[in-house]
């Protein structure tokens, strides 16, 4: 306990250091002001502006990267807020009750719930980070090759079959993310897979090319493929900015019991914010007083959804920063943040670096107070770029992608391969099969391999060394489990449904 | 990916044979043919465990697998019901992109390069006033490459436009 305390002491020494405080607001503003753009989610906001990034220490850079995690999000709810886009699934209950609420000339409030809720929960959720994280790492640091590779199975089911619509599509998409993190050099003998005889793809495949060309070439191919459809019509903020009395009664259960879904749901890898925001929306619903606002703009349903949206952020850096484990498709990409600088997240990072990792930590804290303070006077800055036409704000985003990769390695090959994943985007998105597996894979497929096979090394080859360690043996257990539940509970569904 | 999928027009009818369904199957199982082919080319090294062409064959067989999971509800036209797509605008991005990466290929610079990118999106997504939005794009790229250049050090390929500055 005073362990923690300690660390954390540490880490604030580390982070209020004037580059430090001046990273993590630069971090805050630019993440907010990608975030704010529509169908731009936070996942892309850390993978575009993963370079700007690319030339400074690992520990600033880290700073940063927290402040643009946590303004992606933000920026991310104003706009579901205001123009009804929202740029993720777990979004979506904001943009249900808070465009209601901008319409009927309530967006101040809206917008205010949500940043305030963003920050309560955000605070708590840190907090949990710091006291859950030290007794993960204890836990970890027992764990075997074999017990690592049990717990990337475990993350690859929850992430792409348990909660998702279909869990053959999820599966699909795991394992073009697989096929993916297979091209290159093989680390431990040295040959070439998949590589074809191209020598650009000897390096595998990089990750912020996949989810650069999945997420924004793919989101623009997409939009532009149907804009015969929609119409965006953007909600001017009138009327105070400022709840009303009422609005705070009403708003800090809310922001409380959101948090509570938030935070173990993002912890667990289980994958995502959307089931906690989902399950706060229709708590908000049942507990209301004011059922009859529901639908047309309750203050409660933006206050819960919001508080567990930023709580299970926060939530899903306990198994990236203890397991290295990413569970969700931003996490992905603050991992590949990490590994930018060789830096593998894990109980080995606590113990050689503990002064990034606290630092990083305390930064969040850091970056959520100034969201706070920065965002609600600024949010007539973020109106205005919201109502960039919708012609040049595409244009703008693809060059902002691809310069990306030009700058990291400006070859044929490796825009080609943006290109090529854009195009590989816009068919997922067109025939519904979800994106955040694929990155995933990627990210996890070698490292789950590497496992795998120094498990096998040291057992001599003996697979049942896989459930001879209790540990290994349970996740695999729960991986099968929630493999399987999703086909069962849908033959379930349809026995009773024959039934009736 | 749930978004407004009960507000479209299906494309066909539910309960059919999605074709579109079928490439799709058929392309994964395609995928999985190609790793196993490659991993023919492995040699095992390792004397104990696995070797490097043992993970290849593993996402093979689950490949094969999910090309028939996927077979089988586009047989009973599970897939969610799409809308119209306009092809016109994909392509002309699609245009752009190519040209980016033949002026990058062939040493034209970053500024033309992200111009030619910007001006088609923006004619993708409707805009028609094209020597505006190449001007528009030109102050743009050359904020940006400056910024880069000059700020973050970072080197971005340069052309004839860029030795000029």
């Known amino acids: 306990m005073m362990d923690t305390f300690a660390a954390l002491a540490h880490g604030m020494a580390v982070a209020i250091q004037p580059m430090n405080l001046l990273y993590a607001m630069i971090g805050v503003f630019l993440g907010t002001a990608v975030g704010v753009l529509p169908g731009i989610g936070p996942a892309l906001t850390v993978a575009l502006l993963l370079p700007v990034t690319y030339k400074l220490d690992p520990g600033g850079s880290l700073i940063m990267f927290a402040g643009i995690y946590y303004g992606g999000m933000y920026g991310g709810s104003t706009t579901a807020i205001l123009i009804n886009t929202p740029g993720e699934s777990a979004s979506m209950a904001t943009a249900l009750e808070g465009n209601k609420m901008a319409k009927a000339g309530r967006g101040g409030p809206a917008l205010a719930t949500s940043a305030i809720g963003s920050f309560v929960a955000g605070t708590i959720a840190t907090i949990g980070l710091a006291f859950l994280a030290p007794w993960l790492v204890d836990f970890a640091v027992r764990f075997g090759p074999e017990d690592y590779f049990a717990l990337m199975c475990v993350a690859f089911v929850t992430v792409s079959a348990t909660f998702g619509d279909s869990p053959i599509r999820g599966l699909t998409s795991l394992f073009i993310g697989l096929t993916l993190g297979l091209v290159g050099i093989d680390k431990l003998t040295g040959q070439a897979r998949l590589a074809f005889g191209v020598p650009e793809l000897l390096d595998g495949v990089e990750v912020t090319t996949l989810a650069v060309g999945l997420f924004a070439v793919g989101e623009a191919l997409y939009v532009a493929s149907r804009r015969h459809h929609t119409e965006e019509k953007l909600e001017p903020v009138r009327g105070s900015l400022w709840m009303t009395k009422e609005d705070w009664k009403r708003s800090w259960k809310p922001w409380l019991r959101g948090t509570m879904f938030g935070f173990p749901i993002g912890a667990l890898p289980a994958g995502g914010a959307e089931i906690p925001t989902f399950l706060s929306y229709s708590t908000e619903k049942r507990l209301t007083k004011h059922p009859e606002e529901f639908g047309k703009g309750a203050i409660e349903g933006v206050a819960g959804p919001e508080a567990a949206n930023n709580a299970s952020a926060a939530g899903t850096l306990v198994p990236l920063l203890t397991l290295g484990l990413p569970t969700s498709a931003t996490a992905a990409m603050m991992l590949a943040g990490f590994q930018q600088y060789g830096l593998n997240p894990g109980p080995l990072l606590f113990a050689e670096r503990p002064d990034l990792v606290w630092g990083l930590i305390a930064s969040l804290f850091i970056a959520n107070c100034m969201l706070l303070v920065l965002n609600l006077p600024l949010v007539g800055l973020w109106v205005r770029l919201l109502a960039i036409p919708q012609p040049w704000l595409y244009a703008g985003i693809l060059v902002f992608a691809t310069m990306g990769t030009i700058a990291a390695k400006p070859s044929v090959v490796e825009l080609s391969m943006l290109s090529g994943f854009g195009v590989l985007g816009f068919l997922m998105r067109r025939f519904d099969f979800p994106i955040a597996p694929v990155v995933v894979g990627l990210i996890l497929g070698p490292i789950a391999e590497s496992q795998l096979r120094r498990a096998l090394a040291i057992s001599l080859g003996d697979p049942m060394t896989l459930l001879q360690s209790p540990i290994s043996a349970t996740l695999l257990a729960i991986a099968l489990i929630a493999l399987l539940a999703p086909f069962v509970l849908k033959g379930l569904g349809r026995f009773k449904a024959n039934e009736d | ?165």
């Open chain 2, 1 to 165: 990916m749930t978004r407004d999928r009960a507000s479209g027009d299906p494309a066909q009818p539910p309960r059919r044979v999605d074709r579109a369904g079928i490439v799709i199957a058929a392309l994964l199982a395609a995928v999985a043919a190609v790793l196993v082919f490659d991993a023919r080319g492995l040699q095992s090294t390792a004397m104990y465990g696995m070797g490097p062409e043992a993970m290849p064959v593993v996402v093979a067989i689950g490949l094969a697998l999910l090309a028939i999971g996927n077979f089988v509800d586009a047989l009973r036209g599970n897939l969610p019901a799409r809308e119209s797509t306009d092809p016109v605008p994909v392509v002309l991005i699609l245009v752009g992109l190519a040209l980016l990466i033949a002026i990058v290929g062939f040493g034209g610079g970053f500024i033309l390069a992200t111009s030619a990118l910007f001006v088609t999106t923006s004619a993708a997504f409707g805009r028609r006033a094209i020597l505006m939005d190449s001007i528009i794009a030109l102050v743009m790229s050359i904020l940006i490459y400056l910024a880069f250049d000059r700020l973050l050090t970072l080197s971005l390929p340069t052309g004839p436009l860029e030795r000029l500055l």
